[in-house]
Protein backbone atom coordinates (compact mmCIF):
# COMPACT_ATOMS: atom_id res chain seq x y z
CA UNK A 1 0.00 0.00 0.00
CA UNK A 2 3.07 1.97 0.06
CA UNK A 3 5.01 1.49 -2.37
CA UNK A 4 4.76 4.79 -4.12
CA UNK A 5 7.43 5.59 -1.82
CA UNK A 6 10.54 5.06 -3.89
CA UNK A 7 13.09 6.29 -1.41
CA UNK A 8 13.98 6.48 2.29
CA UNK A 9 12.40 10.23 3.68
CA UNK A 10 15.43 10.44 6.29
CA UNK A 11 18.01 9.35 3.73
CA UNK A 12 17.48 9.26 0.27
CA UNK A 13 18.43 5.67 -0.07
CA UNK A 14 16.16 3.69 -2.29
CA UNK A 15 13.64 1.72 -0.22
CA UNK A 16 12.15 -1.91 -1.47
CA UNK A 17 11.35 -3.19 2.29
CA UNK A 18 7.83 -3.62 2.41
CA UNK A 19 5.34 -5.03 3.66
CA UNK A 20 1.16 -4.40 4.23
CA UNK A 21 1.73 -1.69 6.27
CA UNK A 22 5.24 -0.45 7.33
CA UNK A 23 8.63 0.09 4.85
CA UNK A 24 12.33 0.47 6.38
CA UNK A 25 14.59 1.49 5.32
CA UNK A 26 18.08 -0.95 4.52
CA UNK A 27 20.66 1.99 4.94
CA UNK A 28 19.26 4.17 8.04
CA UNK A 29 17.31 2.87 11.07
CA UNK A 30 14.13 4.36 9.34
CA UNK A 31 10.57 2.36 9.75
CA UNK A 32 7.18 4.02 8.56
CA UNK A 33 4.28 2.89 9.70
CA UNK A 34 0.91 3.60 7.22
CA UNK A 35 -1.64 2.55 9.83
CA UNK A 36 -4.99 2.33 9.29
CA UNK A 37 -7.01 5.69 9.51
CA UNK A 38 -9.78 6.37 11.62
CA UNK A 39 -13.24 7.89 9.89
CA UNK A 40 -16.72 8.16 10.91
CA UNK A 41 -20.29 8.54 9.25
CA UNK A 42 -23.23 9.75 10.54
CA UNK A 43 -26.84 8.33 9.82
CA UNK A 44 -28.95 11.39 10.58
CA UNK A 45 -32.45 10.11 10.46
CA UNK A 46 -35.88 11.83 10.28
CA UNK A 47 -39.20 9.57 10.24
CA UNK A 48 -38.20 7.02 7.83
CA UNK A 49 -35.68 8.81 6.19
CA UNK A 50 -32.01 8.85 5.93
CA UNK A 51 -30.19 11.84 5.27
CA UNK A 52 -27.65 11.76 2.21
CA UNK A 53 -24.91 13.95 1.03
CA UNK A 54 -24.00 13.91 -2.73
CA UNK A 55 -20.67 13.95 -3.25
CA UNK A 56 -18.66 17.22 -4.78
CA UNK A 57 -15.38 16.11 -5.02
CA UNK A 58 -13.27 12.74 -6.44
CA UNK A 59 -13.36 9.87 -5.23
CA UNK A 60 -16.79 8.85 -5.85
CA UNK A 61 -18.14 12.04 -7.40
CA UNK A 62 -21.76 12.26 -7.64
CA UNK A 63 -22.22 9.68 -5.49
CA UNK A 64 -24.06 9.20 -2.41
CA UNK A 65 -22.57 9.48 1.01
CA UNK A 66 -23.32 9.82 4.51
CA UNK A 67 -21.88 12.98 6.45
CA UNK A 68 -18.35 12.27 7.84
CA UNK A 69 -14.89 12.46 7.44
CA UNK A 70 -11.58 11.25 8.87
CA UNK A 71 -10.96 11.45 12.45
CA UNK A 72 -8.78 14.31 13.46
CA UNK A 73 -5.43 13.66 15.48
CA UNK A 74 -6.36 13.96 19.62
CA UNK A 75 -10.30 14.05 18.74
CA UNK A 76 -12.74 11.25 19.77
CA UNK A 77 -15.12 9.58 16.96
CA UNK A 78 -17.87 11.39 18.55
CA UNK A 79 -16.44 15.18 18.19
CA UNK A 80 -15.30 13.93 14.80
CA UNK A 81 -18.87 13.23 14.12
CA UNK A 82 -19.97 16.75 15.24
CA UNK A 83 -17.70 18.32 13.66
CA UNK A 84 -18.07 16.74 10.20
CA UNK A 85 -22.21 17.72 10.34
CA UNK A 86 -20.81 21.34 11.39
CA UNK A 87 -18.64 21.82 8.98
CA UNK A 88 -20.14 19.98 6.31
CA UNK A 89 -24.14 20.85 7.06
CA UNK A 90 -23.63 23.96 9.41
CA UNK A 91 -25.59 21.64 11.95
CA UNK A 92 -24.27 21.15 15.59
CA UNK A 93 -25.48 17.96 17.36
CA UNK A 94 -24.67 17.13 21.06
CA UNK A 95 -21.95 14.51 21.66
CA UNK A 96 -24.30 12.32 23.66
CA UNK A 97 -26.71 12.51 21.02
CA UNK A 98 -24.30 10.31 18.77
CA UNK A 99 -24.93 6.29 19.23
CA UNK A 100 -22.60 4.29 18.11
CA UNK A 101 -23.73 1.67 15.14
CA UNK A 102 -20.98 -0.50 13.76
CA UNK A 103 -17.84 -0.19 11.77
CA UNK A 104 -16.99 -1.41 8.50
CA UNK A 105 -13.33 -1.39 6.82
CA UNK A 106 -12.54 0.44 3.77
CA UNK A 107 -10.30 1.54 0.98
CA UNK A 108 -10.19 5.13 0.14
CA UNK A 109 -7.81 6.48 -2.86
CA UNK A 110 -6.85 10.08 -2.76
CA UNK A 111 -4.43 11.58 -5.96
CA UNK A 112 -3.21 7.81 -6.24
CA UNK A 113 -2.13 6.58 -3.14
CA UNK A 114 -4.70 4.06 -1.33
CA UNK A 115 -5.89 4.43 2.27
CA UNK A 116 -7.24 1.79 4.14
CA UNK A 117 -9.76 3.24 6.87
CA UNK A 118 -12.21 1.90 9.26
CA UNK A 119 -14.95 3.60 9.11
CA UNK A 120 -17.28 4.29 12.41
CA UNK A 121 -21.31 4.04 11.70
CA UNK A 122 -23.10 6.30 14.22
CA UNK A 123 -26.89 7.04 14.34
CA UNK A 124 -28.43 10.39 14.88
CA UNK A 125 -31.54 12.24 15.25
CA UNK A 126 -31.97 15.46 12.88
CA UNK A 127 -32.66 18.25 15.04
CA UNK A 128 -34.54 20.57 12.42
CA UNK A 129 -32.02 22.82 12.14
CA UNK A 130 -31.46 24.67 9.10
CA UNK A 131 -28.61 23.26 7.01
CA UNK A 132 -25.86 25.44 5.65
CA UNK A 133 -24.18 23.22 2.98
CA UNK A 134 -20.54 23.43 2.19
CA UNK A 135 -20.64 23.34 -1.35
CA UNK A 136 -16.74 22.45 -2.28
CA UNK A 137 -17.53 19.11 -0.70
CA UNK A 138 -21.18 18.42 -0.99
CA UNK A 139 -23.49 19.02 -4.51
CA UNK A 140 -26.31 18.59 -2.79
CA UNK A 141 -28.40 16.63 -0.03
CA UNK A 142 -30.90 14.03 -0.51
CA UNK A 143 -33.47 12.69 2.33
CA UNK A 144 -34.31 9.13 1.09
CA UNK A 145 -36.74 7.21 2.27
CA UNK A 146 -35.46 3.59 4.18
CA UNK A 147 -37.66 1.92 1.52
CA UNK A 148 -36.29 3.86 -1.59
CA UNK A 149 -32.85 3.43 -0.86
CA UNK A 150 -30.62 1.91 -3.85
CA UNK A 151 -27.29 0.78 -2.57
CA UNK A 152 -25.95 0.75 -6.13
CA UNK A 153 -25.98 4.78 -5.65
CA UNK A 154 -23.68 5.04 -2.71
CA UNK A 155 -19.88 5.70 -3.56
CA UNK A 156 -18.17 3.60 -1.02
CA UNK A 157 -18.44 -0.39 0.08
CA UNK A 158 -18.34 0.41 3.39
CA UNK A 159 -21.40 2.66 3.44
CA UNK A 160 -22.81 0.58 1.15
CA UNK A 161 -22.49 -2.64 3.92
CA UNK A 162 -23.36 0.51 6.60
CA UNK A 163 -27.01 1.51 5.39
CA UNK A 164 -27.66 -2.16 4.36
CA UNK A 165 -27.33 -3.12 7.68
CA UNK A 166 -29.25 0.14 9.27
CA UNK A 167 -32.09 -1.04 6.87
CA UNK A 168 -32.11 -4.53 8.31
CA UNK A 169 -31.99 -3.50 11.76
CA UNK A 170 -35.05 -2.05 11.55
CA UNK A 171 -36.84 -4.48 9.96
ZN1 LIG B 1 17.08 5.54 5.12
Redesign the pocket.
Same mark, same amino acid.
Given at each position: MIKSFKF?? /????S?NNFDFRRMS $? /? /? $???VYYQNVAAAVAVILKKEDKILFTVRNKEPKKGMLDLAGGFIDPDESAERSCQRELEEELGVTIPLEDFNYFTSQPNNYEYKGIPYKTCDLAFVADFPEKEIILEKEEIAEIKWISINDINLNDIGFDSLKRVVEMYIASLK
Open positions: CP /NCGHI $C /N /N $CDL
